[in-house]
Nanobody, 127 residues
């Protein structure tokens, strides 16, 4: 199983950025694909998750309205569109997969729910 994340970079506050995560080596038909982020000196935090089969998305409350998770079925890729970026969004962004979607919403934000992780892509937002 491989998750290849890309799309990070250096942007200014207020800019937009789109991250991609391409999955290979597993079926996503029953999976949940998520984005987490980790800022320097902080714990990894949940950003968003998508139930692949139904394209239903769930977000960290504080990021709703600015971040949008979506999928490209043909490319087995999950996307994260980030708008109105702020310096506090600076972090390494990770994609992750839970091969079997867990219906308990309390698990969606927990890193240990996810079996596979991408390598991370750095997003830096300057003020």
């Amino acid at each position: 199983v491989q998750l290849q994340a890309s799309g990070g970079g250096l942007v200014q506050a207020g800019d937009s950025l789109r991250l991609s995560c391409a999955a290979s080596g597993l079926s996503l038909s029953s999976a949940g694909m998520a984005w987490f982020r980790q800022a320097p000196g902080k714990e990894r935090e949940f950003v968003a998750v998508m139930r692949w089969s139904m394209a239903r998305a769930y977000y960290e409350d504080s990021l709703k309205g600015r971040f949008t998770i979506s999928r490209d079925i043909a490319k087995n890729t999950v996307l994260l569109q980030m708008n109105s970026l702020k310096p506090e969004d600076t972090a390494v962004y990770f994609c992750a997969v839970d091969p079997i979607w867990n219906v308990d919403p309390r698990t969606w934000s927990r890193p240990d729910t996810y079996s596979y992780w991408g390598q991370g892509t750095l997003v830096t937002v300057s003020s």
